[in-house]
């Protein structure tokens, strides 16, 4: 996928914005750990399922869970002993804040809470697992590759459970949204938008938006250089720390500058000089501003400007912090 693709995907992030962290691959040491706790993890509630669930297709589920991830626990307990690892014997804690949740449901109520919480646990356990093999860490690595169809199996039962209560016992669908509007900005349109430091001066412009697994924004890349003594590079920041504008930046009027003569400038209209255009013409309104450029005034009311993308993202980062920021590099 292009980055004008994945960029196109993110509406959803500008609305629930939040600067999760994306990390490489654990070592294969704790990657098997929190395999192993995983399995124990869904033993106890494909336990918990057997005995509570509400249709017997929750029950026979909870079944497969329990018989899956046992035969999975042996296999991942027996690359443990390879690496020198000691297996847990504890779920996670999460597993156990939704096993005293569920404990307290029962039929239908069950069901649903359930099979919620298998599709959310599974697509975060597919995502590690498959990140795993990718690094291919040796025996940890060919685990996870192995493991994977098997999750993806569960997910898509788990998934079953969901659309079968949606269809059966959910309430009418709300929330449907059918015109944009001022309080919101596509996505789509954030590529190439201007971003300004502290001084009201252009430091580059967004080339793309980073989102965790679950559509979350949490870095924008800047393409900076030129001003800064460097050439251009790509900058990944948290998007948490660009703040997002409909309002143009207003610099300080500068004084007007002498006239000059010749055929490459003139006179402008209102005694203002233009160089490097033709005599008597000014640049044209709404031409990008050069990195380094205070931002030319806009001068349209905010009602009349479109309000697919900002204006511009203001961020607190000097030249000299952003000159010494490492150089983000996008994955093949």
């Not at 001066?201 to 924004?217: F, N, P, Q, R, S």
Request: hydrophobic share 40%; aromatic share 4%.
């Amino acid at each position: 996928m292009n980055r004008t693709a994945i960029l196109a995907t993110s509406v959803t992030a500008l609305l629930v914005a939040s600067p999760a962290l994306s990390v490489a691959a654990p070592s294969p040491q704790d990657f098997i750990k929190d395999a192993i706790q995983g399995d124990n993890s869904e033993i106890m509630l494909g336990q918990l399922a057997q005995q509570k669930g509400g249709s017997d297709k929750v029950k026979s589920f909870g079944q497969m869970l329990v018989d899956d991830h046992t035969k999975a626990k042996q296999e991942a307990s027996d690359v443990a002993g390879k690496l020198g690892v000691q297996p847990p014997t504890d779920p996670t804690q999460e597993a156990k804040d939704e096993n005293t949740k569920l404990s307290k449901m029962s039929g239908a109520d069950f069901d649903k809470e359930f099979a919620a919480y298998m599709v959310k646990d599974h697509l975060k356990d597919i995502a590690e697992f498959q990140d795993e093999a990718k690094a291919d860490q040796g025996p940890a690595g060919q685990l996870a590759g192995k493991t994977v169809p098997t999750l993806q199996k569960h997910l898509q039962v788990a998934q079953s459970l969901t659309a079968s209560d949606n269809s059966t016992n959910a309430p009418p669908v709300s929330g449907f949204l059918d015109k944009e509007g001022p309080e919101l900005w596509r996505g789509s349109k954030l590529d190439g938008v201007a971003i300004y430091g502290p001084d009201n001066k252009k430091v580059g412009g967004i080339t793309d938006v980073l989102m965790d697994h679950e559509g979350k924004a949490t870095y924008v890349v800047i393409g900076v250089g030129g001003f800064l003594g460097i050439g251009q590079k790509d900058v990944a920041i948290p998007f948490a720390q660009v703040k997002f504008t409909d309002e143009p930046v207003n610099p300080p009027a500068a004084a007007p500058a002498p006239a000059t003569q010749g055929t490459s400038g003139g006179m402008a209209p209102g005694g203002t000089t233009t160089l490097g255009t033709p005599a008597g013409t000014v640049a044209p309104a709404g031409a990008p501003a050069a990195p380094g450029a205070a931002m030319p005034a806009n001068t349209a009311p905010a009602a009349d400007r479109t309000t697919t993308y900002p204006d511009h993202g203001m961020i607190s980062l000097t030249a000299d912090q952003l000159k010494a920021a490492p150089t983000f590099e996008f994955a093949k």
